[in-house]
C-alpha cells in the first residue's frame, strides 16, 4: 500500500505538469492576515535540494529554510530517505531507511538528538501522527504487503495493534484532535470484507484510539494517502482524482458527513499531502503547478494560494511545528 520509492511516483507528476505550464501565472500575491498570525509555527516538509530526501524547516512565508536531518551520513543503501515527518512539542518523529528497512526515528525540533526508536529487520515502519498531548504516535507497520496501525507510548515504549484489516490492510493513521479517534486509509479485499457489506477501494475510516468500533467514513473511496484532520476536529482533508481530469486534486469534507467532498486545488495540476495549520485557516500541501512538486499554502476558501518552495528540487509532505521551542 505504501510507495517505497517515492521518486517514482513524482516521475509521473513531473510529465503531467509539463503539460500545463503555460497556465501557471497567478499574479500578485497579497500576504492575508491569517498567514501574519501563524509566526509562531515553522513548517516542516521534505526535499531533495541536497541531493538526498531530507527533513527540512521553514517559516510560513517561505523562508528561514533550515535542514534539519542528513540520512546520507549513516546510510547503508544506494540511496536514503527521511520521509513523513509529523512533530508535537519539542519533538519530530519520521520514517527514514537509512539502515535499510524503513523505521521510526525521533529528533529534537531543531534536528538534534536523532534517535531510533523503532528497530525491527522484518518489517516497515511508516507514516507515523502524533496524539494530540504529544504522548503518543501512530504509524502503519507494513510486513508481506498489508499494514496495520499501531499506536506507541514514546515514554514506555509500549506498542499496540489497533487494526487488523483485511486486503492490503490500513495505512496513514491520524489522531483526532479530542484524541478519541483515528481515521485512516483501508483498501479492502473484495468479498472479505470484516465490515459486511462494506467494499470501497481506498476508503477512509475511523477506528477509536482502543481499536473499537470501526467505521467506514462517509462511503468515500480512492483517497490518496495522506490525510489531515483540522484542528476543530469538524473537516477532514485528503487527495483524490479529480472527476473531470483526473488529475490528483484535495478536497475537504465534514467528518460528520453533512455534506460530499469539496475541491479546494486546481484540478488541472496534481496536488496531494494536505495539511490543515494549527488555526484552521490555511492548508499546506505540495502541488506539481510548477513542474516539479513545491510547498503551497491556500486558505481552506480556496484563496490566497501561494507557492513557498521557488526550486527545482522536489519539496513535499508538509506539516506544522511551534516555534518557541526550537533552539
Known amino acids: 500500500m505504501i510507495p517505497k520509492l517515492p521518486t517514482m511516483v ?64 549513516d546510510c547503508v543503501l544506494s540511496q536514503c530517505f527521511d520521509l513523513y515527518p509529523t512533530a508535537c ?44 498531548d504529544c504522548t503518543n504516535i501512530t504509524f502503519t507497520r507494513e510486513y508481506l504487503l498489508n499494514g496495520q496501525l499501531r499506536t506507541m507510548n514514546l515514554e514506555s515504549g509500549y506498542i499496540t495493534q489497533i487494526t487488523d484489516d483485511d486486503g492490503s490492510g490500513a495505512c496513514c493513521g491520524i489522531y483526532s484532535p479530542d484524541d478519541t479517534t483515528i481515521a485512516y486509509i483501508h483498501d479492502p479485499q473484495p468479498g472479505s470484507s470484516k465490515i459486511p457489506g462494506i467494499e470501497a477501494p481506498e476508503s477512509v475510516y475511523t477506528i477509536s484510539t482502543t481499536g473499537a468500533n470501526r467505521q467506514w467514513l462517509c462511503h468515500t473511496s480512492n483517497i490518496i494517502p495522506p490525510i489531515s484532520w ?15 481530469t483526473g488529475h490528483e486534486q484535495i478536497f475537504t469534507m465534514p467528518s460528520d458527513c453533512s455534506s460530499t467532498p469539496t475541491p479546494l486545488t486546481d484540478p488541472g495540476y496534481d496536488s496531494i499531502d494536505p495539511a490543515y495549520s494549527p488555526d484552521g485557516t490555511i492548508i499546506a500541501y505540495a502541488s506539481d503547478q510548477k513542474v516539479n512538486l513545491r510547498i503551497y499554502l491556500i486558505n481552506t476558501d480556496g484563496s490566497n494560494n501561494h507557492e513557498l518552495t521557488d526550486n527545482v528540487y522536489l519539496n513535499d509532505q508538509p506539516a506544522w511545528i511551534t516555534i518557541p521551542q526550537i533552539k
Request: hydrophobic share 35%; with cysteine.
Open 10 to 73: 513524482y516521475i509521473s507528476f513531473f510529465m503531467a505538469a509539463a503539460l500545463f505550464m503555460g497556465s501557471c501565472s497567478r499574479g500578485v500575491y497579497q500576504q492575508p492576515d491569517n498567514l501574519k498570525n501563524l509566526k509562531q509555527f515553522l513548517i516542516i516538509f521534505v526535499s531533495t535540494r541536497d541531493g538526498d530526501y531530507s527533513i527540512y524547516s521553514m517559516k510560513p512565508d517561505g523562508s528561514g529554510v533550515k535542514r534539519l536531518t542528513d540520512p546520507s551520513t
Open 89 to 132: 512539542g519539542d519533538t519530530i518523529v519520521f520514517s527514514s531507511n537509512r539502515t535499510g528497512r524503513f523505521q521510526l526515528y525521533s529528533m529534537s525540533i531543531n534536528g538534534s538528538n536523532i534517535k531510533q526508536i523503532i528497530n525491527d529487520f522484518q518489517a516497515d515502519y511508516e507514516l507515523p501522527d502524533f496524539s494530540p
Open 230 to 244: 483540522s484542528p476543530d476536529g469538524k473537516t477532514i482533508a485528503f487527495t483524490m482524482q479529480s472527476p473531470a
